[in-house]
């Protein structure tokens, strides 16, 4: 009887992205659309925090992406900034008809660069379904003099959503962050189960 040759396993790692925002721009939907490829329009407003998880195999590599979803209100930021912490890539979102939610995006640059070091951000304009207020120009100015990657969604007509988190997801993996962080986590559990010897 032949041989059976095993397959090199296939490296298992966890990316970690944090959906931000004003209330109301899509962040639900936009997660929804690339974990279940589904969309509803009656999706209720998210409370405090909700996940989405994605298990994806890129180039042989295993990849759980977990994608935290933040509630948009002012109220809610600080709940929202406890999860900035071990994230590997933020999906800074706003709706192209709702010039309030651009406008609000410098706030939440600030907060990301407050709490977060060197972390990937890609600015989405959600909604392109519909009259867009905010052009395209001004939006795609406004990421390039921060030096952030830009796209155009649609969850409704999933326009653009894998593409959005697929180009995040590539980016972080080719930063080798996560790999780094797995070996961190993987010798700081290997140093606390050493005993000294007094």
């Not at 899509?26 to 925090?49: A, E, N, V, W, Y």
């Not at 407050?114 to 905010?134: E, F, H, P, Q, R």
């Not at 395209?136 to 959503?161: G, Q, Y």
Request: with cysteine; glycine share 8%.
């Amino acid at each position: 009887m032949a041989a059976t040759v095993q397959a090199e396993p296939i490296s298992k790692e966890t990316i970690k992205l944090l959906m931000l925002g004003d209330s109301g721009v899509g962040k639900s939907c936009l997660m929804i659309r690339f974990t279940k490829s589904t969309f509803s329009s009656q999706m209720m407003g998210t409370t405090g925090i909700d996940m989405g998880v994605k298990e994806m195999n890129i180039k042989n590599r295993y990849v759980k992406i977990q994608i935290w979803d933040t509630a948009g209100q002012e109220r809610f930021h600080s709940i929202a900034r406890t999860y900035y912490q071990g994230a590997h890539g933020i999906i800074l979102c706003y709706d192209v008809n709702d010039r309030t939610s651009f406008n609000n995006i410098p706030v939440w640059l600030e907060d990301i660069r407050k709490y977060t070091n060197s972390v990937n951000i890609l600015l989405v304009g959600n909604k392109i379904d519909l009259k867009k207020i905010v052009s395209d120009d001004e939006a795609r100015e406004f990421a390039k003099s921060n030096s952030i990657p830009f796209i155009l969604t649609s969850a409704k007509n999933d326009e653009n959503v894998q593409e959005a988190f697929g180009n995040l997801i590539g980016k972080i993996l080719e930063s080798g962050v996560v790999v780094k962080q797995e070996k961190k986590l993987l010798k700081d559990r290997n140093n606390s189960g050493k005993k000294g010897c007094c």
